[in-house]
């Protein structure tokens, strides 16, 4: 696995809200595994139209340095998760756009960030990859993890030119979180007691940053998202 850190960012305002207007959805069709334990997915935008939905706040723990690369686990334990996003135009019929930086981050198994308090010196599940042609960057983690007054989530933000283009946070089914949490180094905390629609920021917003993975906990997850910006 290759890293590459880049100087070190200003830390984005936890609770800063996202700048410009954007559309955002996340979606697809459930595969089973193969005899082989492979996934596939087809995806299956809910943001096929273009529409615009809410910016979120950065929330807890925008990223002090930038790390270049797909595999962000770092050793982490957890149920794999292979997550593809998507960036595109929404006013070029949702073209793909190329170049744009996408990065992400979320917490362990156990709740807890890197970067920030007693891990202030571990840089796990975060990273950036720039889209490729068709827009594309795909990254390699863990499912993440919860804590209390939240509901399960990831973070995500696009960059363009070094200018910051969307924060956003997508949100995971309630049935694929408890099936997650009940099993391996998550079963000791359980289920999240925190609900997509109890949480503050899915409740107004859940259908278009919702992701459906495909697979199971044990063979592990894949899910794609489609983030669309107004260029």
């Not at 983690?141 to 363009?160: M, N, S």
């Not at 049935?175 to 289920?191: C, D, K, L």
């Not at 278009?208 to 107004?230: F, H, K």
Request: proline share 4%; glycine share 10%.
């Amino acid at each position: 696995m290759s890293t590459r850190k880049v100087g070190r960012r200003e830390a984005i305002g936890v609770m800063g809200a996202a700048g410009a207007a954007l559309a955002f959805g996340c979606g697809g069709s459930p595969t089973s595994p193969d005899s082989s334990g492979s996934t596939a997915t087809t995806t299956t935008s809910t943001n096929a139209a273009c529409a615009v939905t809410p910016n979120e706040t950065a929330g807890p723990y925008p990223s002090l340095t930038d790390l270049f690369r797909s595999d962000i686990r770092e050793g982490k334990a957890g149920t794999r998760l292979t997550l593809t996003v998507k960036v595109v135009n929404v006013n070029a019929a949702c073209a793909p756009v190329a170049n744009a930086n996408v990065e992400v981050w979320h917490c362990d198994s156990s709740g807890n960030y890197s970067e920030y308090g007693t891990q202030s010196a571990q840089t796990y599940l975060r990273g950036i990859q720039t889209t490729d042609s068709s827009g594309e960057v795909a990254f390699t983690t863990i499912y993440p993890g919860w804590y209390q007054g939240r509901a399960t989530h990831i973070h995500l933000e696009v960059t363009i030119n070094g200018a910051s283009r969307k924060i956003t946070q997508i949100a995971f089914p309630e049935s694929v979180n408890a099936s997650v949490h009940n099993t391996g180094v998550y079963a000791a905390r359980g289920s999240n007691p925190t609900s997509n629609l109890a949480d503050g920021i899915f409740a107004d917003s859940l259908a278009a940053e919702l992701v459906t993975p495909s697979g199971d906990s044990t063979n592990g997850y894949t899910a794609s998202c489609q983030v669309a910006i107004a260029l």
